[in-house]
């Protein structure tokens, strides 16, 4: 007699894996998620982008999850992270938003941090959980002001 046995495999995506759009995803993306401004256009970024890794000049909004609600964030990325470098932009409901360099051979990423956990959520691999959107303003002009919805929606304050 003849047994024939089937196996089967499948694949599983890391759960660290980080989103990587192609180039004309990612342009779609942009179109579709760009924030018009009487002023200007606040462009979104996606991680793969890796804004933070030079000094740029240019004013970033970061959406991201406290304990129990969604804030924002905007900061001048004037600054250099060094090796081990950390950047704390804001703390609220015990959780920190910053900048950190793991390493010289690392990108510098945004990272949500809760110290009382020792808990640690990067950007580059988060799915929505700890940060919704980034921004970045392009323009010399005056950066607009931004307020956020319950459900962690950017609005133009004022517009």
């Not at 018009?36 to 030079?54: M, R, S, V």
């Not at 969604?70 to 950047?87: A, C, D, M, S, V």
Request: proline share 4%; aromatic share 14%; glycine share 6%.
């Amino acid at each position: 007699a003849i047994s024939l046995v089937g196996t089967s495999t499948t694949s599983l995506v890391a759960c660290n894996t980080p989103q990587e759009y192609t180039p004309e995803e990612l342009a779609k993306l942009k179109e579709e998620k760009k924030i018009d401004t009487k002023d200007g256009i606040l462009e979104w970024i996606a991680p793969q982008e890796k804004p933070f890794n030079k000094v740029d000049n240019k004013w970033y909004y970061v959406v991201w999850k406290g304990k129990t609600q969604w804030y924002i964030t905007n900061f001048l990325n004037n600054e250099k992270i060094n090796e081990r470098g950390k950047k704390i932009l804001k703390e609220e409901e015990g959780y920190e938003i910053g900048l950190y360099r793991y390493s010289l051979n690392y990108e510098v990423d945004l990272f949500n941090y809760e110290p009382s956990k020792m808990t640690n959520w990067p950007w580059r691999i988060d799915k929505g959980t700890h940060f919704k959107s980034v921004y970045r303003w392009n323009l010399t002009t005056t950066e607009p002001k931004l307020v956020i919805d319950n459900d962690g929606n950017v609005k133009v304050k004022g517009e």
